[in-house]
């Protein structure tokens, strides 16, 4: 389990970092290309709340992780985590579907790049979806199970 903590800190680091560097790469491409400066200042603040939302995701996962340790098994306070992770991915997954429909309408050249990373993102986070709610079901099962056989 160290491991998967030390991972998972490294991931929260990372993000921390990226967060941080993201206003200055972005003013940079936005003084290369002054067609879309106007979107530097809305694009990050929505690629910081949706690198925030993937935090939240991480330190709940932590949680579980935490749960797991301690009883090597789940109750029902793990289902309210995943409710939480599923639901940081349902906010990060509609901010990039957001953001795609504004590139694909309003940003000159269709964003070039830009296109590809946000459909990155929002796979990633449909992905974080589906994977809570089956994680989700299958522990309610697990302890649904445990509560008849007491």
Same mark, same amino acid.
């Given at each position: ?45 929505? !690629? /910081?709340?949706?690198?925030? &939302? *993937? ?5 709940? @996962?932590?949680?579980?992780?935490? =749960? #797991?340790? $301690? ?28 953001? !795609? /429909?504004?590139?694909?309408? &309003? *940003? ?5 790049? @830009?296109?590809?990373?946000?459909? =990155? #993102?929002? $796979? ?27």
């Amino acid at each position: 389990m160290l491991v998967r903590r030390v991972i998972l800190a490294l991931l929260l680091l990372g993000l921390v970092i990226i967060q941080v560097a993201i206003p200055s790469t972005a003013s940079s491409v936005g003084t290369e290309i002054p067609e879309v400066a106007y979107l530097v200042a809305p694009y990050s603040l929505a !690629a /910081i709340v949706f690198i925030g &939302f *993937v935090q939240i995701a991480l330190v709940a @996962t932590w949680r579980l992780l935490s =749960m #797991a340790d $301690v009883r090597g098994e789940f109750d029902r306070r793990a289902i309210l985590w995943l409710d939480l992770i599923a639901v940081c991915g349902l906010v990060a997954a509609s901010l990039a579907a957001i953001v !795609a /429909i504004h590139v694909a309408r &309003f *940003v000159p050249g269709r964003g070039g790049p @830009t296109n590809l990373y946000v459909a =990155m #993102a929002f $796979v990633c986070a449909v992905t974080v979806i589906f994977l809570a709610l089956r994680m989700r079901r299958r522990i309610a099962r697990a302890v649904d199970r445990r509560a008849e056989d007491r």
